[in-house]
């Protein structure tokens, strides 16, 4: 009885909790601290998205189980953000299913398609939801790198060759979390003809689809002609319409891996609560100028943050998308670590980031910060971070 069961022992302790509880503590204690860590909006949904929910939840039968794939409304909504957005045309009764947000999607999804001792292609560093999905469905994990390049072509071939049994699904995820790196259709070209000639199911993360920067939107792998044959797509309404509560995703692209995700889903749940369903829709179908306004306060977030941190004396590379940076460790301290660093930023300066380790070994070296404090507080938690590198002994630029 004191074993541990089978599916924990495979799970690590999550790197990033080490820190959530040092956070939680130090605010207990009364101090004032800029949470940057964990990327969960701090804006509203669009009023007419609340409005709606609280319509509907007024009326007598909105209240029973729902469907597990998502009303027809709903689905409807979503293919026809595909067709307007990406000019990509979706059924919506076989290729689209609407998910408890992106993160539950590739879980039960990975629980269809995956058996144990079977291999996945998974990024490294990536969102843990992309291996540990798999981890406890049985699965085991082949990292490849995350940057787009040609070391990652060559990582997936190496794959191929040497791996037994060979891997039979790819977890993508552009604009990437935690790396805010992009890729243009090009790549996903090449990757839709890569996995149709390795016989390898894509699956792709696109919940960052609308955080893009400097008017160069994201792309969609199911641009590619053909890619709906080996490919399925996920997007969420957390980011897009500051919905992350709500819990509302999609998967979307191959009727085959839809039906079985669709499948699995309905023993597991009910679909979610219909009033969510229903806002969902209004926010799909109604005025989109909230995600261009959204999409422009996180734009001149992340130039305050890169400006303010690196006249602090920490450089952070600008990103083209998301709602992160990441961001190297300054290099006089490089020899810390991202986890020891992190809590010493957390104690010494009041700022919250995440660990780059919790996203993978590859990760080690950087922190992830999330812009989702304001512009008076990014600023004050450059000022902070630039008292605690003089305190170490770092020189920080003349401002």
């Excluded at 040609?150 to 049994?165: G, Q």
Aim: contains cysteine; aromatic residues 10%; glycine residues 8%.
């Amino acid at each position: 009885m004191e074993d541990e069961f089978y599916r924990i022992k495979r799970l690590p302790p999550y790197v990033i909790a080490e820190v959530n509880a040092m956070r939680h503590a130090a605010r207990q204690a009364g101090k004032d601290i800029i949470d940057l860590g964990m990327g969960n909006p701090d804006l509203p949904p669009p009023q007419h998205v609340i409005d709606k929910l609280c319509e509907v939840a007024r009326k007598p039968d909105a209240h029973g189980y729902s469907q597990s794939k998502g009303i027809p409304g709903l689905r409807r909504a979503q293919a026809n953000y595909y067709a307007t957005r990406f000019g990509v045309e979706l059924d919506p009764e076989s290729e689209v299913v609407v998910t408890m947000g992106s993160k539950e999607g590739l879980a039960s999804l990975a629980t269809a398609i995956t058996a144990p001792g079977d291999v996945v292609l998974a990024p490294n560093p990536s969102y843990p939801i992309h291996t540990f999905g798999f981890i406890i469905a049985g699965a085991t994990i082949r990292s490849v790198p995350t940057t787009p390049d040609e070391h990652y072509w060559e990582s997936l071939d190496r794959a191929m060759a040497f791996t037994v049994p060979r891997p039979s699904i790819l977890v993508v995820n552009y604009p990437s979390n935690p790396t805010a790196e992009t890729v243009d259709l090009a790549f996903y070209e090449r990757l839709v003809a890569w996995a149709k000639e390795n016989k390898v199911w894509i699956l792709s993360d696109l919940a960052y689809s609308e955080l893009y920067y400097d008017g160069n939107p994201t792309r969609s792998i199911l641009e590619v002609p053909g890619a709906k044959d080996v490919a399925v797509e996920f997007t969420s309404m957390s980011k897009t319409y500051s919905m992350a509560g709500w819990r509302m995703g999609f998967a979307v692209g191959n009727q085959r891996l839809i039906a079985a995700m669709t499948r699995v889903k309905s023993y597991l749940d009910y679909g979610a609560f219909t009033p969510i369903q229903a806002a969902a829709c209004a926010a799909l179908n109604g005025p989109q100028d909230i995600v261009e306004r959204n999409r422009q306060l996180y734009q001149k977030r992340r130039d305050v943050m890169v400006e303010a941190f690196g006249r602090a004396g920490w450089e952070i590379p600008s990103p083209k998308a998301s709602m992160f940076a990441w961001a190297p460790l300054p290099p006089a301290l490089k020899e810390m670590g991202s986890l020891e660093f992190s809590k010493q930023l957390l104690t010494h300066a009041e700022v919250a980031v995440a660990p780059g380790v919790g996203y993978g070994e590859d990760g080690e070296g950087f922190v992830r910060i999330a812009m989702v404090e304001n512009e008076q507080r990014l600023r004050q938690a450059a000022r902070n971070v630039k008292r605690y590198l003089s305190s170490m002994g770092v020189n920080t630029p003349v401002s």
